[in-house]
């Protein structure tokens, strides 16, 4: 299943470019947090926490309680990271949406799809293994959310495939992408046609005009 990790929390009373701005300078990156039954809330965390989790995690999957601190004490929001925006060149943490989950309702979402094992279409036959499905779209309560779906491919032989209907899912976890959907396959190595040095190119049949009726004349004439 998904790792279970805490993270704190501050609310974020100010918005604004300049807020942000100044939010980053103090090594903190904004964030909301948002579903369930409570209205989206604008929180603070801290930018070396974050970029630790994210850096120690192996799916995309991050289950978070947010233990977050306010005028009433701390309190604590089980959610999921439903996206990370990076800079695009710096690659620094610029925002962070988290998704409130409860632990007794079924979460909707998709999971990375890894291959393990040595196909033996591609070991004894020289085949290529290819990845055609990325991840997996599957329900499951919180409790059972894995970070990522591995599949043993061993024992795809050349020309052979797995599908989404072959893969063993952890207890708890049901796939709702298309049964019939391609995972993996083994395809026939691609071979190259070498020309030979010195052959002829073929350029195609000989045509042979038909002569005018002009010089049909003076060719008779001879």
């Known amino acids: 299943m998904a790792k279970q990790v805490k993270l704190s929390a501050r609310p974020r009373t100010v ?3 300049n807020s942000v701005k100044h939010l980053r300078t103090r090594g903190f990156v904004p964030a909301v947090i948002y579903g369930h039954k409570d209205q989206p809330s604008n929180l603070e965390i801290s930018h070396r926490e974050i970029k630790a989790l994210l850096s ?6 991050i289950l978070v309680e947010l233990q977050i601190s306010g005028e009433n004490g701390t309190s604590g929001k089980l959610s999921l990271i439903q996206e990370v925006q990076h800079h695009p060149v710096r690659g620094d943490i610029l925002h962070v949406d988290f998704l409130e989950v409860a632990t007794d309702e079924v979460l909707h979402t998709e999971v ?8 033996d279409g591609v070991k004894n036959f020289g085949g290529l293994l290819e990845h055609s499905l990325r991840s997996l779209h599957i329900e499951c309560l ?3 959310l894995p970070e990522i779906i591995r599949v043993d491919v061993s024992s795809l032989g050349l020309n052979q495939s797995l599908h989404v209907r072959d893969i063993i899912l952890p207890p708890g976890v049901k796939a709702t992408s298309d049964a019939d959907l391609t995972v993996f396959i083994v395809a026939e190595p691609k071979t190259e046609v070498t020309p030979v040095a ?3 190119v073929p350029t195609g049949p000989e045509v042979i005009k038909e002569k ?3 010089e049909g004349a003076e060719a008779a004439k001879k």
């Open 15 to 17: 918005v604004g470019r």
């Open 198 to 200: 010195g052959a002829e």
């Open 112 to 119: 990375p799809i890894e291959s393990f094992g040595d196909a």
């Open 142 to 144: 919180p409790k059972d």
């Open 56 to 61: 120690h995690a192996v799916g995309e999957n």
């Open 212 to 214: 005018k009726p002009a």
